[in-house]
């Protein structure tokens, strides 16, 4: 994103207050018109003066419309997709960012490139956007390179990482991870049929701000109350996950839907993501699910499992 203006554009786009400090990546929320959640973006501010957009790998044409559909008419500010230009290859774990010192010149220290910070960089000899993010929550870099140089930077990240067991992980690890964190998954977790208040996004809204797309709709939202929330389940089955979809219940009634679901391998507990009447989403709160046509007892749990409440349920 580019152009006189993008920044002060792109905040009225997004429903919190967006920090613009170059080296910096902001997270935040977009809302349709009704004041409901319509995507999640990182916008990275490099040192050039450009903005990178990034979101949902399946989001693309999705949010080029919104954002295309909201540009100024007076041709000031320009998108240009990079999406088929570039790959993004994440390195993870708590030895990653000895890997990517070992192939990148410059301090990478947390102190010099803490967490959600961008800056331009080679790795071995391809050039790259490092960014100090990843879905997964761990010490983690996603690393932005031109499709060309893309074989050369996965070899140098491959050469300085075997001695430290570098391998490779897939979808279903990240998705334990993501959970654990109470990271949210676009369509699945954050859907337009609720609001950011709705799903736990409240550190991330600023009613205050002069205006955003959907803030009308959100002061509605707000006015006519919470429908549901979303909460994080502790699950009592070790041999099955909650699958999306699956009715939460509460005395033989729906009470919720299941958004997400998997096995925590670090906290060693059966997770879920769920929608929940307000009434049952207090933590200690106790409901069913029903999977495999077996019943199970599930508890309402704090979103981060990190919190001390969680170690009373390990």
């Known amino acids: ?12 786009m997004f429903c919190g207050s967006i920090k613009r400090k170059p080296g910096r990546v902001a997270l935040g929320y977009l809302l349709n018109h009704h004041g409901n959640i319509k995507s999640e973006a990182t916008l990275a501010y490099l040192d050039d003066g450009t903005i990178w957009y990034g979101s949902a790998a399946a989001s693309e044409f999705h949010d080029m419309d919104w954002l295309k559909k909201h ?6 500010i320009s998108i240009t997709s990079l999406t088929n230009e570039h790959t993004i290859l994440v390195i993870a774990g708590p030895e990653s960012r000895d890997v990517l010192s070992a192939v990148s010149r410059g301090d990478w220290s947390a102190g010099a490139f803490p967490w959600l910070s961008v800056r331009k960089a080679f790795i071995g000899i391809a050039p790259a956007v490092v960014m100090a993010v990843s879905y997964s929550g761990e010490l983690a870099y996603e690393i ?15 050469r300085a990482g075997d001695p430290l067991g570098l391998t490779l992980f897939g979808g279903r690890a990240i998705d334990s991870m993501r959970i654990e964190k109470g990271f949210l998954h676009w369509k699945a977790d ?6 950011p208040f709705e799903t736990g996004l409240d550190r991330f809204v600023s009613l205050d701000k002069p205006d955003f797309v959907g803030k009308a709709g959100l002061h509605q939202r707000v006015s006519e109350g919470a429908r549901k929330r979303l909460v994080t389940l502790a699950v009592d089955c070790a041999d099955r996950p909650a699958h999306p979809g699956a ?3 509460h005395e033989g009634k729906v009470v919720g839907t299941v958004t997400s679901g998997e096995w925590g391998h670090r906290t060693g507990l059966n997770l ?9 989403a207090a933590p200690g709160s106790t409901v069913t699910l029903d999977l495999l046509g077996t019943a199970f007892t599930a508890e309402v749990i704090p979103t981060c499992p990190y919190d001390p409440e969680f170690q009373r349920l390990k």
């Open 272 to 280: 879920a993501l769920a929608f929940v009447q307000p009434d049952h």
């Open 190 to 195: 954050l859907l337009t049929e609720f609001d």
């Open 144 to 158: 932005h390179v031109p499709n060309a140089q893309l074989h050369a930077a996965y070899l140098a990240l491959k």
């Open 1 to 12: 994103v580019t152009g006189d203006g993008a920044k002060d554009w792109l905040d009225t």
């Open 71 to 76: 540009l100024p008419d007076d041709g000031s």
């Open 247 to 249: 009715s939460v219940m």
